[in-house]
């Protein structure tokens, strides 16, 4: 009986955990967009400065997830999802009643943080007691849930930002806060991650395929170079839609628009189809799609062929996104440390590959009359590189598993004595 309440708990809790990460994306891509409009229109912030506004979000979310994910399964997961919003609210007040850029850094260091309380929990609590089918759809809606909210909030911040400077920063606050409340009677897990949990998740860990841990290591390393390349084009491709192709601001978000709805497209497939499950070849091939989206921003002259690299980079990283968070909390002894190795991982990349790749264009404007598309030349050879990295990965991988196989068989037994050596004797 006890069982039976707690399975329909966790059922009852699932579409709230849904709308919670609907909601949390649509409030972070609407502070993520009106903070650097509030900075640049309002506060004079130079491109350094913009910079280090997104970087200190990301360094204080990268180092935080893995740190806060342990502490979780100590503490049980409620208390700070729950604080993870008020603190989220608490972060843009403080925008909105900023004066001077580096008040933005304090907002960028805590919304970081706030994040790091949230993604990686709420990815372990739907994580929790799932079979291999539960936990691909539960995955799935959750990625839908996010996906669809992030299309949502850069339109918004758009539009608030038309209405007033503040309003962006207002509208998450409120956000936040009611996701305090929302969280706080979905009936999330209040208890530590017990003993009996992990090593039940242990004895599931050795019904997995042995390539299982290659799978994580591949995916964990794709994640990080698919935020970064996903970066790329929301950061910088704004500099070619306006100085050199004349976009409008509705081009331009109806570009990031046709990244998110393929990749949200993407997370449904996903969920009702295992075929991508332990598959080398299928994910090696849609990574394929990196370079060949780049290559496309180089080359294109019609918004057609934006549209095209757009949805190419939307499906790439939708399969590698939904790869990594699944293989790294199925099985996994502490699921919301492992999640949260996964967000960390996306957060790395999206904080240096556009670093990496953003001075190519001073580099190459003595050589290239178009070196403003030198950062997605940098990007080909940059995806290509990846994909190497993991190839060597695999191989490696499959080379120790093949010698862990090629053991010494035992001998055979010796054969019974035929009853005719019997009556001899």
């Known amino acids: 009986m006890e069982e039976g309440r707690t399975g329909e708990a966790l059922t009852r809790r699932h579409p709230g955990l849904y709308l919670a990460s609907g909601l949390m994306n649509f409030a972070t891509a609407t502070g993520f967009v009106a903070l650097a409009f509030y900075a640049k229109a309002y506060l004079q912030a130079d491109l350094r400065q913009l ?5 200190l979000g990301n360094a204080v ?31 843009y007040v403080g925008a909105f009643f900023s004066t001077q850029v580096w008040h933005l850094y304090l907002v960028s260091c805590v919304s970081g943080f706030g994040q790091a309380l949230f993604w990686p929990l709420v990815e372990a609590e739907l994580a929790a007691e799932a079979d291999t089918h539960t936990l691909r759809q539960r995955l799935g809606r959750f990625n839908i849930s996010w996906s669809a909210g992030d299309c949502l909030g850069a339109l918004v911040a758009g539009v608030t930002l038309s209405l007033g400077r503040g309003l962006p920063f207002l509208l998450c606050a409120a956000t936040g806060l009611g996701l305090s409340l929302l969280t706080s009677f979905l009936g999330l897990s209040t208890r530590a991650d017990g003993s009996r949990a992990r090593q039940q998740r242990a004895a599931e860990n050795h019904e997995l395929p042995a390539s299982h841990g290659t799978f994580w290591t591949l995916a964990l390393t794709a994640n990080l170079f698919a935020a970064g390349f996903v970066s790329i084009v929301r950061r910088l491709f704004p500099d070619l839609a306006v100085e050199a192709l004349h976009y409008s601001g509705l081009q331009w978000g109806f570009l990031v628009m046709v990244l998110g709805l393929t990749r949200t497209a993407v997370f449904a497939v996903m969920e009702r189809h295992h075929g991508w499950l332990y598959r080398p070849k299928r994910f090696f091939l849609v990574q394929a799609l990196f ?52 967000e960390s991982a996306g957060g790395l990349g999206e904080g240096l590959i556009p670093l990496a790749v953003g001075r190519s264009r001073q580099w190459a404007t003595p050589y290239w009359a178009d070196a403003i598309r030198a950062p997605y030349l940098a990007g080909i050879l940059l995806s290509l590189a990846a994909i190497a ?36 004797r």
């Open 51 to 55: 910079s280090i506004i997104t970087f």
């Open 61 to 91: 979310y990268v180092a935080s997830c893995p740190i806060l994910g342990r502490l979780s399964d100590r503490w049980g997961r409620r208390p700070f999802i729950v604080t993870s919003t008020v603190i989220f609210a608490a972060a």
């Open 291 to 342: 370079p060949v989206s780049f290559l496309l921003i180089v080359l294109a002259q019609g918004y057609w062929v934006f549209l095209l690299a757009f949805a190419c980079l939307g499906t790439a990283s939708g399969v590698v996104y939904f790869s990594s968070i699944y293989y790294s909390v199925h099985g996994a002894a502490s699921q919301a440390h492992r999640a949260g190795l996964h």
């Open 389 to 424: 990295i993991q190839l060597v990965i695999l191989l490696r991988s499959r080379t120790a598993l093949e010698g862990a196989e090629e053991l010494p068989e035992p001998p055979d037994p010796p054969a019974p004595p035929h009853p005719h050596d019997l009556e001899e």
